[in-house]
């Protein structure tokens, strides 16, 4: 093979690896479900502020796990990654804190007139899910001692689904509101589509959990794989929740009578889901987990987002 056509391909792995181990990704994913759901919910967009904000917070957070205690002999080639761009990885973490604490400064003297104006449910729901969030870590100290969401394997792939459900399904609702001063309430709509996205985050962690049997099983963390094996886990586990996401769209279908074309643009998502699902039946690298589990949430955003388009120029 030509040696500029070599160089090429090293650079663009090195560009793949460094965005999707670099936890870039995420942050895209998170940016791209939170203008998904404020369409599906009949809202304008929020501020550039607040998905600039949304996407260092994701990418600082999942930074997080990976930035101790890693090795460049360790077995997992993401951790490995880590551990031989330290340094990059340490710049990027400093930035992204720079990014939140100016970008939050920032929506807070702009907007906070308003913000003091919502009632205490709505900060409660504000605090929820980083509360779980940093539950998720865990908290070590001598008063509480040590406690993680993380270890509890079989709840680990709901806490994240979870999460990341609020995050990018209540979040862009709720700042709206109260960076305008109006009155948080959400519609049965939003219940539906918060249930829609918790189910398909937390189908995608268990996928995800195949990846970490070999680790998980050696640090006695009972996810669904350890405990029931890969074969039951698809067949009794992942294919049976993915089938109950399309019974929740089915259910968000009747309730909005949606037309044709949007039906069929929101399937197409929960029926690569089910393939990909499948597809976990034979060994996969990091980074097909990575590039293409993780890619499920920018696809479902993608074509949610085509959909609410093509309804509105319906």
Known sequence: MD???MRSFSTDNRLIEFIFYGNYFYGLCTVALCIESSLQQSL???TPL????VFCTTVMYYTKAY????SADAINKRTRWYALHRSTVKTSQW???LLTLGLGCGIFWTDYQNIFKADVWEWALLLLFPCVAGLYYGVNSRLFGRYSLRDKGWLKPFVIGFTWAGFVTVYPVLYYCMSRGLAYQPPNLSLFLFLKNFIFITILCIMFDIKDYASDYHQHVNTFVVKLGLRRTIFYVLLPITLLSLVTFVIFVL??????LRILLNTIPIILLFFVGYSMRLRRSTLYYLVVVD?????KAAFGILAMLLSYSA
Do not use: Q, R, S, W
Request: hydrophobic share 55%.
């Open 3 to 5: 040696k500029a056509v």
């Open 44 to 46: 304008p967009l929020n």
């Open 50 to 53: 607040f998905y600039l904000l």
């Open 67 to 70: 930035t101790t205690d890693v």
């Open 95 to 97: 930035l992204m804190l």
């Open 255 to 260: 309730y909005e009578h949606l037309y044709p």
């Open 295 to 299: 890619g499920m949430m920018l696809v």
